[in-house]
Nanobody
């Protein structure tokens, strides 16, 4: 029972990466999903989140217009397309499932019931 994140790596500023989060042994279809990140010495914060049918999305101000969250419920995968990456985007990125089916778009740590393992994104200047 896990969320498996992948797609991280080293990229130059201005470049792009796409993160994927695949579910194994658990359902995603009825839950809001989110991507969070944690930079060294900083708290874990939301990056983007999406409702269960993709009708509602939320982005942090720092990534709005550069990142896009999407999901494929049939494949049980959530994506984070990251464009125009900046050194400030360097962090470990975590995918997460909302704590309940009634929570439409998770935005806070307390909104999360299941965390995936992180994937490291490093953006060089």
């Amino acid at each position: 029972v896990q969320l498996q994140a992948s797609g991280g790596g080293l990229v130059q500023a201005g470049g792009s990466l796409r993160l994927s989060c695949a579910a194994s042994g658990l359902s995603l279809n009825n839950y809001g999903m989110g991507w969070f990140r944690q930079a060294p010495g900083k708290e874990r914060d939301v990056v983007a989140s999406i409702s269960r049918r993709s009708g509602t999305t939320h982005y942090s101000d720092s990534v709005k217009g550069r990142f896009t969250i999407s999901r494929d419920n049939a494949k049980k995968v959530v994506y984070l397309q990251m464009n125009s990456l900046e050194p400030e985007d360097t962090a470990v990125y975590y995918c997460a499932r909302a704590i309940s089916t009634t929570l439409i778009v998770p935005r806070h740590l307390a909104d999360i019931g299941i965390w995936g393992q992180g994937t490291l994104v490093t953006v060089s200047s």
